[in-house]
């Protein structure tokens, strides 16, 4: 790789980093492409060389996430039964929440985040494909009811008080009541 473009994806990575965290800070609504480049300390068209919109960026920003969000919904779609299914499920997204757990907020709190992501056909689908694995645990608009608040309970969870949180604990309290919400008992082996 030539020493050019190594910057250049040092670059990139860079207003990624940066978005991340003023993202997290003033919200996506809430930050502009020149306060990223304030950030970095470059030109907005600077920024603008890598990502010509700050969807761009958000979309950059979301696809490490999302690529594990993907494995885990691939893992769990392997399961043999409903709620085998539903248990690799839960305890893989919140293992992604936990791993994400500065980014997670944004993304389900700010309603342009939720836009931007949405009009993306391959996000939309694997959100639903999340969704229908812990839903099909209560056939029925119940169980979409459930796997709705699950989602969102554990993606919202992640305030002040679970960033001070230790993963392990974290986890253990997450895992609890989203099994408690779905109806799901812990697996013979942890009990």
């Known amino acids: 790789m030539s020493v050019t473009a190594v910057r250049a994806t040092d670059s990139r990575h860079r207003f990624i980093d940066a978005a991340t965290r003023l993202f997290a800070r003033h919200s996506f609504a809430g930050t502009s492409l020149q306060m990223i480049a304030d950030e970095v300390g470059v030109t907005k068209s600077a920024v603008h060389h890598h990502f010509r919109t700050r969807e761009e960026l958000l979309t950059a920003v979301v696809e490490p996430l999302a690529g594990e ?18 248990e690799r499920m839960l305890t893989g997204f919140i293992d992604v929440v936990i791993r994400n757990r500065v ?24 959100g639903e494909r999340l969704l229908k694995l812990l839903a099909d645990v209560d056939p029925g608009v119940g169980g979409w009811i459930k796997a709705d608040l699950t989602v969102s309970g554990i993606a919202c969870g992640m305030g002040v008080r679970a960033l001070e949180l230790d993963d392990d604990l974290l986890r253990e309290h997450l895992v609890g009541a989203g099994r408690r919400i779905l109806g799901l008992r812990a697996p013979r082996c942890l009990r």
């Open 103 to 126: 980014l997670v907020p944004v993304l389900v709190g700010d309603p342009g985040a939720i836009e931007t992501l949405r009009s993306h056909a391959d996000m939309s689908d694997l």
């Open 69 to 86: 969000l993907r494995a885990a919904v691939a893992a769990a779609e392997t399961q043999r039964t409903r709620r085998a299914r539903a």
